[in-house]
Nanobody, 121 residues
Framework: QVQLVESGGGLVKAGESLRLSCVASGSILSINGMGWYRQAPGKQRELVAAITGGGSTNYADSVKGRFTISRDNAKNTVYLQMNSLKPEDTAAYYC???????????????WGQGTQVTVSS
């Protein structure tokens, strides 16, 4: 069994910062890419930022220069540092991991349960 658990969401004012964390646990052999997605009410889920196992990153245009994704492979954890938050960043944020499970062939995609980020103007 594998679980991804996010934390760090909350209510902040525009211009403030938040740091999201996501810990993957369970029968994990290795983790390839990890990423953060978000979904606002009435909108489709969208990629916010992603990081490969080697540390290469990519970001949605809307967050470039404000958000930073990083990971700690020893802790199976991915972070999202969000600075200069805007009301349009308000959404549920979901962690995603592409991983290999111990004893099970193949790669599998897992999602966390989501953490809410609300930015007031």
């Amino acid at each position: 069994q594998v679980q991804l658990v996010e934390s760090g969401g909350g209510l902040v004012k525009a211009g403030e910062s938040l740091r999201l964390s996501c810990v993957a646990s369970g029968s994990i052999l290795s983790i390839n890419g990890m990423g953060w997605y978000r979904q606002a009410p009435g909108k489709q889920r969208e990629l916010v930022a992603a990081i490969t196992g080697g540390g290469s990153t990519n970001y949605a245009d809307s967050v470039k220069g404000r958000f930073t994704i990083s990971r700690d492979n020893a802790k199976n954890t991915v972070y999202l540092q969000m600075n200069s938050l805007k009301p349009e960043d308000t959404a549920a944020y979901y962690c995603n991991a592409d991983l290999v499970r111990a004893g099970i062939p193949g790669r599998y995609d897992y999602w966390g349960q989501g953490t809410q980020v609300t930015v007031s103007s």
